[in-house]
Antibody, heavy 119, light 107 residues
Framework: QVQLQQSGPGLVKPSQTLSLTCAIS??????????WNWIRQSPSRGLEWLGR?????????DYAVSVKSRITIDPDTSKNHFSLHLNSVTPEDTAVYYC?????????WGQGTLVTVSS | DIQMTQSPSSLSASVGDRVTITCRAS??????LAWYQQKPGKVPKLLIY???TLQSGVPSRFSGSGSGTDFTLTISSLQPEDVATYYC?????????FGQGTKLEIK
């Protein structure tokens, strides 16, 4: 059974980098059939897909245009997890952040992390 | 980028009613469309993927249809536990955008 466990700080100062990690059990981040996403949700923006990483003989990344200049999603095969890094954050980045596994058989979501951007 | 537009944005119906929510893509997405249910304070739950495939464990009163640009989520007989916000999402290619959501309430 696939499970995703998120970790990371709940408070980030403006202009700093938001970093979250999603630990995977029951699958491999290097799977050739899964995609590993970060999604966030706020009252003002609804559900917003941020980006994904996936392995198909080599690593690929896709990012949303709205955050493309500020985002990195990194897989770590040794720890079987993937991470989100969003730099130069502002209060507009305050949201609940989710990691999500997509697969032909459906999706699995992490528990969500409320990240507040405030000084 | 392909935009996903849901209608209506909110809906009130009676227990036992047939409820339909629509999702429209600004360009064709074949059948790469998922429907999620989200209850307050909870993680979104996958109901349907590939436009019409019911996720394991989801009640059969939920169904999905459509292909290309127009999709529908139907609840055949509304139950009190179906009160939630429903979202569609395209996932064939990036960006994997969501609709703005449909809030479903009981009359």
């Amino acid at each position: 059974q696939v499970q995703l466990q998120q970790s990371g700080p709940g408070l980030v100062k403006p202009s700093q980098t938001l970093s979250l990690t999603c630990a995977i059990s029951g699958d491999s981040v290097s799977s050739n059939s899964a995609l590993w996403n970060w999604i966030r949700q706020s009252p003002s923006r609804g559900l917003e897909w941020l980006g994904r990483t996936y392995y198909r003989s080599r690593w690929f990344n896709d990012y949303a245009v709205s955050v493309k200049s500020r985002i990195t999603i990194d897989p770590d095969t040794s720890k079987n997890h993937f991470s989100l890094h969003l730099n130069s954050v502002t209060p507009e980045d305050t949201a609940v952040y989710y990691c999500v596994r997509d697969h032909a058989s459906g999706s699995h979501w992490g528990q969500g992390t409320l990240v507040t951007v405030s000084s | 980028d392909i935009q996903m537009t849901q209608s209506p944005s909110s809906l009130s119906a009676s227990v036992g009613d047939r409820v339909t929510i629509t999702c429209r893509a600004s360009q064709g997405i074949s059948n790469y469309l998922a429907w999620y249910q989200q209850k307050p304070g909870k993680v979104p739950k996958l109901l349907i993927y590939a436009a019409s495939t019911l996720q394991s464990g989801v009640p059969s009163r939920f169904s999905g249809s459509g292909s290309g640009t127009d999709f529908t989520l139907t609840i055949s007989s509304l139950q009190p536990e179906d009160v939630a916000t429903y979202y569609c999402q395209k996932y064939n290619s990036a960006p994997c955008s969501f609709g703005q959501g449909t809030k479903l309430e009981i009359k």
